[in-house]
Every structure is written in structure tokens, then in C-alpha cells.
């Protein structure tokens, strides 16, 4: 394919959804489907064939619209009427009131607010597509320009000049660590011509996110265009996205992108009539939280047991059999096409000082509006919980927001008016991390917040090295001993140790995060862990 | 070969470019503990009681696999080091079952070293009691897994020098185990080789001979040394 060619392929789409005036947009994505959209999409489909509509209304299925927690979602174009825990039932109802007259009729769900915080402080640069387009038909990407950046940077930019385009972009890793990504690239690019890769990591293993997930889902031709643009300036002619089996629906359109992509020939060998080739695989991960870590996630897809490896030597000198390898997250590359189209200088003006651009979290917990929220670095903590999610629900209070997942840690309502950036979340001992965010109420007790964290490093830790095999256990088995009321001053002791042990001497981020929940809490929350301390006299007992 | 001068506890050592802080710490006398680590082997840096800090570094960094660089300031037992490695002893004894008393190795077990030299008199650490088996289905060796602390040394010498690879590691974090095949009793892998050098390999007394009883178990440590020299450097004569 060329560019002409490419460019009719976007056109003759528009004009075919141009011929239609209503376009009714379902979210087929995982959310929504678990509260029944297919048969959403179904029903409205039939709907539309009984009142003989075929001609100007179009039923697609698309990508995530946001407010999760309020499915199944469908939107009508081009009114931006956005309908909330829809059922197969509404369907008749939605149909007939296309015409206009009829909008408060029986049968009609309710219609969600457009101007709601929860939508309006977003910005959409990963999301743009999400929500908008069908992700199984690439003529709906390409119809938005997808693949037109390969071609622009293919054709009229060095590889260099790529690299330092996302470099001025200020673009840093999402996937938790937050490193530079044009400096990822440059010391791929640096070393020596030969066999280098591309990895996606789509491993996204945090309990409670689902940012990652949503990205594949609903607008997987990004990602591919992104890793292809990253090929080529890192000189890699090969790449694997590696995501985990618990993601069947990401998996089965990836696959599709990837088949449809080959087909137009915008993947594989000398695209554009170019002199670079780039392939895609997809390797499917058993379900190991440890296999996001980019030295297991090498392992694993070379077919070994998903374990970490010391670092130096780092993936970019020496990852997928020993070759160069760029391992980049999902949110990172889905921001490459963006950034290409518009320039450094727009991504650089978005966010803050050293965190540039947006950050997608996935809201949930005790929060009104659960979903997911695209906006910009820098949007305080309590714009994110207050307003957007709209507080705790039956008018209880927040308490904290978790953000990092199991290596990150609380953020006391005390302190949402900072900026969500980096260094702001490391100040307040906790981090990034890959996007969730869990809304806490005032009934939580943060002592089971971190032991239930606890938990969950201690069944994922690979139990490779000591400090994390065995350590993880017994914090575990020390915030029970907090939580059943046995513990003693000399048990906060032993876990305050026993963490800073354990995150110091571990040998992968898993261990040396593992602690940060325990600490984080023990940092804003210690009183919570001293009223569990059983007294010194309790029952006539008396303990040493 | 160019040579790398640093400073380890005090005391300026020279040492060829690409040696680890650990053999540059072996060449100047001083002890860094191990238990992962075997010579002749690769190393993995997983049990972590080689740590030793850098200055300038936040970081604590495994010696056994860390390059030497020029101008190095390495410490290898300052009071924090003491106590990481103690409670790393610690943590494993309460793993697992370590029963010296009655151990094929008391007396010759590295990890029973490990513990005198860091003073460990008691671990702070409650005793999981795990519920581990023994498998003597091999007509020369045994395998108690009470006695395992996964340091994997079974793992790579079977695997690099000897070519077999019969074992392995299942499962993940405290539930992790070494397996013999797919999974099989040791004396059903036909892979094995009854070469014994597991049981040179092993740190503790959780791969032995057979008959061996109570504080018997030798090594002959020197033979796994003589067959990488043999193979690598063709040195054939001890
Ligand atoms: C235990 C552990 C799990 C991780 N899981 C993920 C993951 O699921 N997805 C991800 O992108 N990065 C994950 N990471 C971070 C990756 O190792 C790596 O830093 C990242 O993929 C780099 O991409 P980025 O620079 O674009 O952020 C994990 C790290 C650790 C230590
Ligand atoms: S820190 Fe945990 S997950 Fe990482 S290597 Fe050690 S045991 Fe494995
Ligand atoms: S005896 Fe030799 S071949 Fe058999 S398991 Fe031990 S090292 Fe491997
Ligand atoms: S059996 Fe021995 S050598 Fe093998 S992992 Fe266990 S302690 Fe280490
Ligand atoms: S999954 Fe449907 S709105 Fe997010
Ligand atoms: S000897 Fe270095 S970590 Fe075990």
C-alpha cells in the first residue's frame, strides 16, 4: 500500500459513515460486555432492521467509553447522547427516540451527563480513538489517520530524528517507572547494527487496573503503529507484544490488527516501498504478576521459567536472546502516534515541569464514578476523587486513594491537592505506577489494606531470591498478627525492619516494592496500627 | 587485559577488568558470606547474603555478580550488612525445617556456617513448619526437601556441567520446590546420570548419598572447579 492508497482507504470509510446520520456507538469492551453489551448491540441491531432503518442509522461496536462502572454505555451520534446501564430491553425505546420527539419516553434509559467533571477534565491523546471507532475494522483507524505517521516518519524522518522527537516530548514511561523513553531508545539505537526488538508489555498484572487492557481493546492499530515507529527508530525489525491470558478479548483483536495490518501490507516486509520491515507476534503470558518485569518478561518469552536477572545488564543492551531490545509499556506507545503527529512541543506543553502529557487511571473503590480517566499530568488528587469521581457514594468520606498497585502506597485525604505527577507521588511514599487508583472510606482499615497487598506479593513473588520468598510471608503473617489483636510494640518493630530489609535487599522491583504499602501506611495511618497493639493487660493475660 | 584498582574495606586491590567485587574481595583475603554462588557455575545473585555497598551507590549490590570498576569504594560489613545478612539467616531457617541435629551435614553445611559467622543464636522469625517431603527413590542419592534453600546450585550444575538438567524449579514463592524431571521420583529420570554432582553441589545436607548418617556428608568441591578447568582451559591433571 502507499500513501495515496492509504489516504483513499480513510476517505471511502468517512463517505460510507458519512451516508448514514446516526451512528450508535456500543461499548463492546470487557467492562461492558460483562454487563451484557453484546446483546446490547444485538438488540439495538434488530431494533434498527424492525423500524426499517438500515439506511441513515449504523449500529458499531467500540472501544471503551469511559464510565465503566455505568454499563453496558451507548452513544448516539451525532447528538453525543450518552445512555447508561443499558439493557437489550431498551433497545425498541433507544430507536424511537432517534426521531427526537419522543425523549422521555417509557422505556428509555437513563441518559448520562456529558458535561459531568468526570468527562470534562479529561483530555484525550491515548483515549482519542477509544470509544469512537470500531477496533476489529482497520478502515476506521486509517479513517481517523492511523498509519499515516509510519508513513510520515518512514519517509521523511531519520531514525534519529525520530528518537529526538520523543526525547523534546518529554514522554516518560507508563509503566510505572517513569523512565525517559526517548532515552530508552537512544541506547537502543546506540548499540551495535544487528538483530534488535521491540517488546509491548501488555502484561498489566496490578489488581485493579485496567488501563492497559482498555488501550488494546479499543484501539489496537495504535499500538502497532507505535511499536512500528519504534522499530524503526531503534532499528529493530521485529516485535512481540507479551499479554496476559486473562486478556482474551485484547489477545483476539490484536491477533485481528495484526492480521489486518499484514494484509495492507502496513506490517511486514518493506512497508511503504521502504527499506524497513517490521513483523509482530503476540506471546501469551500464564499469568504470573512477576512477568511484567521486563527481565522475567524476557525470560518468558524466550520459553523459560518467568524469572528476574540482575540488571546491568539492561534489556536495551542485552534482552530478548541477548539482542538489543526496547521494552516500552502500552500507554507509553500508544502516545507515539500523537506525539509524531503533533510535534514535541504540544505534548511538551501539556503537564507539568518533568512529567509531561496525560496519564489514563483506572478509578475504582469507593468512588461514585468508576471508570477510566485520561488527564493531563499535574490534575490534583482531589480533582480526580472530588470531582471527577464524585466522592465517596451515600455521601461517606474518602480517606485515602491508592495509587501504584502493590508497589505503591496511600495518598491521605490531607493531601489531594497535589499535583499528580512523579515526583509529587514519590514524595508522599507512593508512586505512579501503571494507573490505579482505589478510592478508600473512612470505614477502611489501612493495617488490611496492606496486608491484603501483602498478600498478593507474597503468592506472586517468583521465590527466586530470600528476602522476597520468605520475607513477604512473614510480613504477612506479622499484619495478621496486627490484625487478630496479638501483636506487641516489639512486632511494629520486627515490621518496620522486616520491610526496609526486604525492600532493600530483593533482588526485582516485586521485593523492593513489596513493603512500600506497609510503609506508606505505617507513614500516615501508624495510630491505626497502634490501636491494634494488644494492651499490655488484656483479659487478665499479660503479655511480654 | 587491562586492571582495575579499588578500595574494598580499607584495603586498595588490583584485579583484571570484568571480575566481580567478590573475587576482588577473594583476591585480597577478605570473606564475602555466599550461599547461591559456586564457582564453575553461572551465578544468579538470588540469595542475596553477598551485598555489600558502594559508595556513591544507594543501592546495596550483590558481589558475586558485580563488575569491579576503577576507583571503587566497596564495604562489605558495615553494621547494616551485618544485620541484613543475619536476618536473611534468620528467614531461612524459619522456611524451613533445619533439624542440625539430626542433618547428614551438620558440622560440613554452609548454611549452618552462614549462621555462626553472622551470630545467629535464634531466629526473631516464627518457624513455618512447612510440610516437605523426602525422596529417596534413587538408588545412590536422596533429596530432603525439608532441608532446601533453593539456592538452585543443584539446578545449574546438573544443567552446565554436567549436561543432564534433571532438575528444575516448580511452583512460585514460598510454595517453590526443586523437581527431579517432569516432576517425577529422581530415581525415574533417565536423564540422570548418577553423577553425584548434585550432591557435591549442595550447600546443606538436602542432597546426600545414601547411608550417609549424621554429620557425614563430604564435598568434594575441588571436583566441580577441576571439571570446569578441564573443559574450559583443557587442564586435565588436578
Ligand atoms: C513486579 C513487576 C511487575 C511489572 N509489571 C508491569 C506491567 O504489567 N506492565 C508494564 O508495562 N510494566 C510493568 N513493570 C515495569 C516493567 O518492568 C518495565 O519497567 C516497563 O515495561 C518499561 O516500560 P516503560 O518505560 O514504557 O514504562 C513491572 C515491574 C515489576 C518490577
Ligand atoms: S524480588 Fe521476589 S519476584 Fe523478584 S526475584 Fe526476588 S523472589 Fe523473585
Ligand atoms: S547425579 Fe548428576 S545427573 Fe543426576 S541429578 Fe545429580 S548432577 Fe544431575
Ligand atoms: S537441593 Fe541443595 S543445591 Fe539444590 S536448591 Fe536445595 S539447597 Fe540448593
Ligand atoms: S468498558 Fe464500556 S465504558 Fe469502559
Ligand atoms: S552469593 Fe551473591 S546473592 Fe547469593
Known amino acids: ?196 526488538y521491540v517488546v509491548c508489555n501488555a502484561d498489566e498484572g496490578d489488581p485493579g487496573a485496567f488501563m492497559d487492557r482498555s488501550v488494546l481493546e479499543s484501539d489496537p492499530h495504535r499500538i502497532l503503529e507505535g511499536m512500528a515507529i519504534a522499530g524503526y527508530a531503534v532499528g529493530a ?128 473503590g469507593k468512588v461514585c464514578n468508576t471508570g477510566l480517566i485520561e488527564v493531563p499530568m499535574g490534575t490534583t488528587v482531589r480533582q480526580i476523587v472530588e470531582e471527577m469521581g464524585g466522592g465517596v457514594p451515600d455521601s461517606g468520606t474518602v480517606k485515602a486513594v491508592q495509587t501504584g498497585g502493590p508497589s505503591g502506597g496511600c495518598i491521605p485525604a490531607e493531601f489531594f491537592d497535589t499535583p499528580v505527577d512523579y515526583e509529587s507521588l514519590l514524595k508522599l511514599g507512593t508512586m505512579m505506577g501503571s494507573g490505579g487508583a482505589i478510592v478508600m472510606d473512612e470505614n477502611t482499615s489501612m493495617v488490611e489494606i496492606a496486608r491484603f497487598y501483602m498478600e498478593f506479593c507474597r503468592g506472586e513473588s517468583c521465590g527466586k531470591c530470600v528476602p522476597c520468598r520468605a520475607g513477604t510471608v512473614q510480613l504477612y503473617e506479622l499484619l495478621s498478627k496486627f490484625l487478630d489483636q496479638q501483636a506487641t510494640h516489639a512486632d511494629l518493630e520486627k515490621l518496620k525492619a522486616l520491610s526496609y530489609m526486604v525492600k532493600e535487599t530483593s533482588l526485582c522491583g516485586l521485593g523492593i516494592s513489596a513493603p512500600n504499602p506497609i510503609l506508606s501506611t505505617l507513614r500516615y495511618f501508624s495510630e491505626e496500627y497502634e490501636e491494634l497493639i494488644q494492651q499490655d493487660s488484656l483479659n487478665g493475660k499479660v503479655t511480654v | 587485559m587491562s586492571v582495575r584498582t579499588l578500595t574494598i574495606d580499607g584495603q586498595p586491590v588490583a584485579i583484571a577488568e570484568g571480575a566481580t567485587i567478590l573475587e576482588a574481595a577473594k583476591e585480597a583475603g577478605i570473606h564475602i558470606p555466599t550461599l547461591c554462588f559456586l564457582e564453575g557455575v553461572s551465578a544468579v545473585a538470588a540469595c542475596r547474603m553477598c551485598l555489600v555497598e558502594v559508595e556513591g551507590i544507594s543501592k546495596l549490590l550483590p558481589a558475586c555478580v558485580t563488575q569491579v570498576a576503577e576507583e571503587m569504594v566497596v564495604h562489605t560489613n558495615t553494621p547494616k550488612l551485618q544485620e541484613y545478612r543475619r536476618m536473611t539467616v534468620e528467614l531461612l531457617f524459619a522456611e524451613g525445617n533445619h533439624v542440625c541435629s539430626i542433618c547428614v551435614a551438620n558440622g560440613n553445611c554452609e548454611l549452618q556456617d552462614a549462621a555462626i559467622k553472622v551470630g545467629m543464636d535464634h531466629t526473631r522469625f516464627p518457624y513455618r513448619f512447612p510440610n516437605r517431603s523426602v525422596d529417596v527413590s534413587h538408588p545412590q542419592f536422596g533429596i530432603d526437601h525439608n532441608r532446601c534453600i533453593l539456592c538452585t546450585r543443584c539446578v545449574r550444575v546438573c544443567d552446565e556441567i554436567e549436561g543432564a538438567h534433571v532438575w528444575d524449579v516448580a511452583q512460585r514463592g514460598t510454595a517453590a520446590y526443586i523437581v527431579s524431571g517432569l516432576n517425577q521420583p529422581w530415581g525415574e529420570v533417565d536423564a540422570c546420570t548418577s553423577c553425584g554432582k548434585c550432591v557435591d553441589a549442595c550447600p546443606t545436607g538436602a542432597i546426600f548419598r545414601k547411608g550417609t548418617t549424621t554429620a557425614e556428608k563430604q564435598r568434594d568441591r575441588a571436583k566441580l572447579e577441576f571439571l570446569v578447568n578441564a573443559r574450559e582451559k583443557h587442564e586435565w591433571t588436578r
Open chain 1, 237 to 364: 525489525n521485529y516485535g512481540y507484544i507479551y499479554v496476559r491470558a486473562e486478556y482474551p478479548l485484547a489477545i483476539k483483536r490484536l491477533e485481528k490488527a495484526i492480521q489486518q495490518a499484514k494484509k495492507y501490507e502496513l506490517l511486514g516486509s518493506q512497508i511503504f516501498d521502504s527499506t524497513f520491515d517490521f513483523k509482530i507476534d503476540i506471546r501469551v503470558g500464564a499469568g504470573a504478576f512477576v512477568c511484567g518485569e521486563e527481565t522475567a518478561l524476557i525470560a518468558s518469552i524466550e520459553g523459560k521459567r518467568g524469572n528476574p536477572r540482575p540488571r546491568p545488564p539492561y534489556p536495551a543492551e542485552s534482552g530478548l536472546w541477548e539482542c538489543p531490545t526496547l521494552i516500552n509499556n502500552v500507554e507509553t506507545l500508544a502516545n507515539i502516534v500523537p506525539i509524531i503527529r503533533e510535534g514535541s512541543d504540544w505534548y511538551a506543553s501539556i503537564g507539568t515541569e518533568n512529567s509531561k502529557g496525560t496519564k489514563v487511571f483506572a478509578l475504582t
Open chain 1, 1 to 196: 500500500m502507499d500513501l495515496q492508497e492509504l489516504l483513499e482507504m480513510g476517505k471511502q470509510e468517512r463517505d460510507r459513515q458519512d451516508l448514514k446520520q446516526t451512528r450508535i456507538r456500543c461499548c463492546t469492551a470487557a467492562g461492558c460486555l460483562s454487563s451484557g453489551a453484546a446483546a446490547v448491540k444485538n438488540s439495538l441491531e434488530a431494533a434498527v432492521t424492525v423500524a426499517n432503518l438500515e439506511d441513515s442509522v449504523e449500529v458499531c461496536g467500540v472501544g471503551c467509553l469511559r464510565f465503566c462502572g455505568r454499563g453496558a454505555l451507548v452513544e448516539i451520534d451525532p447528538h453525543r447522547i450518552l445512555y447508561e446501564e443499558v439493557t437489550a430491553e431498551n433497545a425498541p425505546a433507544i430507536i424511537s427516540a432517534l426521531s427526537g420527539e419522543e425523549r422521555n419516553q417509557e422505556g428509555l434509559p437513563v441518559q448520562g451527563d456529558r458535561q459531568h467533571p468526570f468527562f470534562a477534565l479529561q483530555m484525550p491523546i491515548v483515549l482519542e480513538n477509544s470509544g469512537k471507532i470500531d477496533p476489529e475494522r482497520i478502515e476506521e483507524y486509517i479513517a481517523v489517520g492511523g498509519y499515516q505517521q509510519l508513513h510520515h516518519v518512514l519517509m521523511e524522518m531519520t531514525p534519529q530524528e525520530v528518537i529526538e522527537e520523543i526525547a523534546k516530548s518529554g514522554l516518560r514511561g507508563r509503566g510505572g517507572g517513569g523512565y525517559p523513553t526517548g532515552l530508552k531508545w537512544a541506547t537502543v539505537a546506540k548499540m551495535p547494527k544487528g538483530q534488535k
